[in-house]
């Protein structure tokens, strides 16, 4: 067995590769410094703790993501007649593991594009609520 289950999406098991693990507090750890950069906090105890929550927010939103894009996948398979197996998260993306494909090539193609544009529109999400709360939260939004 590859990873190990943390939940299913409508009988799909869903799994996290082991090395998971290994890259979430790196990804977490980057992505805290970067967030926190600009912030002039003065108590290095509080700053240490905006580096840890906004880098497990940052590490949790793009593991959300990977699982938004692949279900996307997943569901419009099972829609179609397709099987899937599970879908495993990996610590830089993630997989749908099908047995069996939906049989019409125009449901496939459909089926590969659904993930790409759920991520599409995730970002597009992400972006207007970011200009949203520029001017509200107490330090820059930026996409650098």
Same mark, same amino acid.
Request: aromatic share 8%; hydrophobic share 55%; charged share 15%.
């Given at each position: 067995?590859?990873?190990?289950?943390?939940?299913?999406?409508?009988?799909?098991?869903?799994?996290?590769h082991?090395?998971?693990?290994?890259?979430?507090?790196?990804?977490?750890?980057?992505?805290?410094?970067?967030?926190?950069?600009?912030?002039?906090?003065?108590?290095?105890?509080?700053?240490?703790?905006?580096? +840890?929550?906004?880098?497990?927010? /940052? %590490?949790? $939103? @793009?593991f959300a993501? &990977?699982?938004?894009?692949?279900? #996307?996948?997943? *569901?419009?398979?099972?829609?179609?007649?397709?099987?899937?197996?599970?879908?495993?998260?990996?610590?830089?993306?993630?997989?749908?593991?099908?047995?069996?494909?939906?049989?019409?090539?125009?449901?496939?193609?459909?089926?590969?594009? +659904?993930?790409?544009?759920?991520? /599409? %529109?995730? $970002? @597009?999400?992400?972006? &207007?609520?970011?200009?949203?709360? #520029?001017?509200? *939260?107490?330090?820059?939004?930026?996409?650098?």
């Open positions: 067995m590859t990873g190990f289950r943390i939940g299913s999406i409508r009988g799909i098991p869903v799994r996290v082991w090395t998971f693990l290994l890259a979430l507090p790196l990804v977490a750890a980057h992505f805290g410094r970067y967030l926190v950069r600009d912030l002039e906090v003065r108590d290095e105890d509080v700053q240490d703790a905006l580096v +840890l929550l906004w880098g497990l927010a /940052a %590490a949790v $939103g @793009i993501s &990977v699982l938004a894009h692949e279900a #996307a996948h997943s *569901l419009y398979a099972l829609r179609k007649g397709g099987e899937i197996r599970d879908i495993l998260l990996l610590p830089f993306g993630g997989v749908s593991r099908m047995e069996r494909a939906p049989t019409r090539p125009w449901d496939e193609g459909i089926m590969a594009l +659904l993930g790409p544009l759920t991520s /599409a %529109a995730i $970002g @597009i999400v992400l972006l &207007v609520v970011s200009s949203l709360v #520029a001017g509200i *939260l107490p330090f820059p939004v930026v996409w650098a």
